[in-house]
């Protein structure tokens, strides 16, 4: 390509060239190097004037040396007159930062687009966004190349008998990633959720509704009706329903009969107490309380014919309430829904004893029988507030590091569910990176204890593998292979100590991208399947 330049950064010299092969061309040739304190220097060997430059650096071990080494070069770019710089990142760093989990967060991962701008970049060429909405972030366009046909094909090529397979999603904000690939290959698809709730320090929901399923029948209310709450005829059950309580049919009729025509009556006549036989029309008939004080004072006679809506006196046959007969209950289990218990990222069995704090958690109530279980839960609480994403209701989604943080807890129990029918299939575990093993070898483990499936691939786009999670990937039993791309760069002596470890080669990918852009032509035709 006339007119053209590309430049390798320190971190994916290897990629560079092989896109530079597939190119025709050698990369441009520029020195990088650091000071003694760290700094880093800069210096183009060639002339870069109204020439269309490209500018290939990606992640790496040491991610900021790497972002500082990319911006100093665009602007030397910008410095020398280029005529158009673009930036290809493989991987754009901090992307998992594209968003604040807190009052105080920062969303870096528009600072690095700020940042970009900044230095002088035209334009993005990237691939497998953490997030699509991060292109927003840019001044420039951003093309966001996808890895999946890339999967697709080799899945297709590679994987015996991937038509009766499920792609499975390890988290709930990947399911939109999965759900894109199973369609592409026409699968069924799953999900795994962890609960991470379960067995925490706060006496919050857990310990009030075993105080509350601790409340015995119906007849244990009927002995003591004065812990009822009357008003206008409605109260609260212990699921959070408002029930009426309305009278039988029976009582109905009865009190159709004794309740006179009603009339408008001034409101301070509804208080007046009729004692006497004699009473004025607009008062009820034989004693019997106005309708509206029904709710509110008991007819003095118990052996008289009225009745008010919250009579118990005779104890009855058991009756269900109005609101069960308009909902309908079952006791169906939802199918293709497996459960097991996690403790410190693996699947333990039913039988394993509960580590110390969920017991810890129990037992509170026990050793205090006499507290008031709300005023409990409300000072825990306080003392021990749970975290919510900008004090709502409800996390964000929850990034690698969050999710390892109940896996290292050893007196942590978490619940671990899958949803979806993978016994005796092959699973494709997919998210769009690999970092920290926990959460892949936690999703592999119930899809294989729990759901049966015979075979396991873990599949991203962006192999990180921060500190010895790739080791620990390959000593997974219930993981048999691992499939990433060159996108981040990976050691060699890595890569081949771990046999279960297959690299997609993502210079085609790139190199067409750069040509089409070169030349101005649509890049739709990178984003469609192959199907040879």
Same mark, same amino acid.
């Given at each position: 390509?006339?007119?053209?330049?590309?430049?390798? &950064?320190?971190?994916?010299?290897?990629?560079?060239?092989?896109?530079?092969?597939?190119?025709?061309?050698?990369?441009?040739?520029?020195?990088?190097?650091?000071?003694?304190? &760290?700094?880093?220097?800069?210096?183009?060997? =060639?002339?870069?004037?109204?020439?269309?430059?490209?500018?290939?650096?990606?992640?790496?071990?040491?991610?900021? *040396?790497?972002?500082?080494?990319?911006?100093?070069?665009?602007?030397?770019?910008?410095?020398?007159? @280029?005529?158009?710089?673009?930036?290809?990142?493989?991987?754009?760093?901090?992307?998992?930062?594209?968003?604040?989990?807190?009052?105080?967060?920062?969303?870096?991962?528009?600072?690095?687009?700020?940042?970009?701008? $900044?230095? &002088?970049?035209?334009?993005?060429?990237?691939? *497998?966004?953490?997030?699509?909405?991060?292109?927003?972030?840019?001044?420039?366009?951003?093309?966001?190349?996808?890895?999946?046909?890339?999967?697709?094909?080799?899945?297709?090529?590679?994987?015996?008998?991937?038509?009766?397979?499920?792609?499975?999603?390890?988290? @709930?904000? &990947?399911?939109?990633?999965? =759900?894109? +690939?199973?369609?592409?290959?026409?699968?069924?698809?799953?999900?795994?959720?962890?609960?991470?709730?379960?067995?925490?320090?706060?006496?919050?929901?857990?310990?009030?509704?075993?105080?509350?399923?601790?409340?015995?029948?119906? =007849?244990?209310?009927? !002995?003591?009706?004065?812990?009822?709450?009357?008003?206008?005829?409605?109260?609260?059950?212990?699921?959070?329903?408002?029930?009426?309580?309305?009278?039988?049919?029976?009582?109905?009729? #009865?009190?159709?009969?004794?309740?006179? %025509?009603?009339?408008?009556? %001034?409101?301070?006549?509804?208080?007046?107490?009729?004692?006497?036989?004699?009473?004025?029309?607009?008062? !009820?008939?034989?004693?019997?309380?106005?309708?509206?004080?029904? @709710?509110?004072?008991?007819?003095?006679?118990?052996?008289?014919?009225?009745?008010?809506?919250?009579?118990?006196?005779?104890?009855? %046959?058991?009756?269900?309430?109005?609101?069960?007969?308009?909902?309908?209950?079952?006791?169906?289990?939802?199918?293709?829904?497996?459960?097991?218990?996690? $403790?410190?990222?693996?699947?333990?069995?039913?039988?394993?004893?509960? %580590?110390?704090?969920?017991?810890?958690?129990?037992?509170?109530? +026990?050793?205090?029988?006499?507290?008031?279980?709300? /005023?409990?839960?409300?000072?825990?609480?306080?003392?021990?507030? /749970?975290?919510?994403?900008?004090?709502?209701?409800?996390?964000?989604?929850? =990034?690698?590091? /969050?999710?390892?943080?109940?896996?290292?807890?050893?007196?942590?129990?978490?619940?671990?569910?899958?949803?979806?029918?993978?016994?005796?299939?092959?699973?494709?575990?997919?998210?769009?990176?690999?970092?920290?093993?926990?959460?892949?070898?936690?999703?592999?483990?119930? $899809?294989?204890?729990?759901?049966?499936?015979?075979?396991?691939?873990?599949?991203?786009?962006?192999?990180?593998?921060?500190?010895?999670?790739?080791?620990?990937?390959?000593?997974?039993?219930?993981?048999?292979?691992?499939? $990433?791309?060159?996108?981040?760069?990976?050691?060699?002596?890595?890569?081949?100590?771990?046999?279960?470890?297959?690299?997609?080669?993502? !210079?085609?990918?790139?190199?067409?991208?750069?040509?089409?852009?070169?030349?101005? #032509?649509?890049?739709?035709?990178?984003?469609?399947?192959?199907?040879?």
């Amino acid at each position: 390509m006339r007119n053209t330049l590309i430049f390798a &950064g320190s971190s994916c010299p290897a990629l560079t060239g092989q896109i530079c092969s597939n190119l025709g061309m050698a990369p441009a040739a520029v020195e990088l190097s650091q000071f003694a304190n &760290g700094e880093t220097s800069v210096k183009i060997l =060639t002339s870069i004037r109204e020439k269309d430059v490209f500018v290939i650096q990606s992640g790496s071990s040491k991610i900021n *040396d790497s972002i500082m080494e990319l911006l100093i070069l665009i602007s030397a770019c910008k410095g020398g007159s @280029a005529n158009k710089i673009t930036a290809v990142l493989p991987y754009f760093p901090y992307s998992r930062q594209s968003k604040k989990k807190s009052h105080r967060g920062a969303i870096t991962a528009r600072m690095l687009a700020n940042l970009l701008d $900044v230095a &002088g970049i035209k334009h993005v060429i990237t691939i *497998d966004l953490h997030a699509s909405q991060m292109q927003g972030f840019f001044r420039c366009p951003v093309d966001n190349l996808h890895a999946e046909p890339l999967i697709a094909r080799w899945i297709r090529h590679n994987v015996p008998n991937w038509q009766e397979a499920v792609c499975v999603s390890k988290n @709930a904000g &990947g399911t939109k990633r999965v =759900t894109s +690939l199973a369609d592409a290959l026409k699968l069924n698809f799953g999900i795994v959720t962890t609960d991470k709730k379960r067995g925490g320090v706060n006496m919050t929901t857990s310990m009030i509704m075993n105080r509350l399923d601790g409340f015995g029948p119906e =007849t244990e209310l009927d !002995s003591d009706v004065s812990k009822l709450h009357i008003g206008s005829g409605s109260h609260m059950s212990k699921h959070g329903l408002k029930l009426e309580l309305k009278p039988l049919p029976a009582e109905r009729e #009865e009190q159709k009969l004794e309740q006179p %025509p009603q009339e408008t009556t %001034p409101p301070r006549q509804t208080h007046t107490r009729q004692d006497s036989s004699q009473s004025s029309p607009r008062k !009820s008939q034989q004693g019997m309380p106005s309708p509206r004080r029904t @709710a509110h004072h008991q007819s003095p006679n118990p052996n008289t014919s009225t009745r008010s809506p919250l009579h118990r006196a005779q104890p009855t %046959p058991a009756r269900s309430l109005p609101i069960q007969e308009e909902i309908e209950f079952t006791d169906e289990r939802a199918r293709d829904i497996t459960h097991g218990r996690l $403790v410190q990222g693996h699947i333990v069995p039913d039988d394993w004893p509960s %580590p110390t704090q969920s017991a810890m958690s129990a037992s509170q109530i +026990l050793d205090r029988p006499d507290e008031d279980p709300m /005023e409990m839960s409300r000072n825990s609480s306080f003392f021990n507030p /749970e975290g919510h994403a900008l004090g709502g209701t409800a996390d964000a989604t929850a =990034t690698s590091d /969050e999710e390892e943080e109940g896996f290292n807890d050893p007196t942590l129990e978490q619940m671990i569910t899958l949803v979806g029918d993978v016994r005796n299939r092959t699973v494709f575990i997919i998210d769009d990176m690999i970092d920290k093993a926990g959460s892949w070898i936690a999703a592999a483990e119930c $899809v294989v204890k729990r759901g049966g499936a015979k075979k396991v691939y873990c599949i991203a786009t962006h192999g990180l593998f921060g500190g010895d999670s790739l080791e620990e990937l390959q000593d997974c039993d219930c993981i048999d292979t691992i499939l $990433v791309t060159n996108s981040f760069p990976i050691s060699p002596e890595k890569a081949r100590a771990t046999k279960k470890l297959v690299i997609l080669d993502l !210079s085609n990918l790139l190199a067409e991208a750069i040509r089409r852009n070169h030349y101005g #032509e649509s890049i739709s035709a990178l984003f469609t399947h192959t199907y040879d």
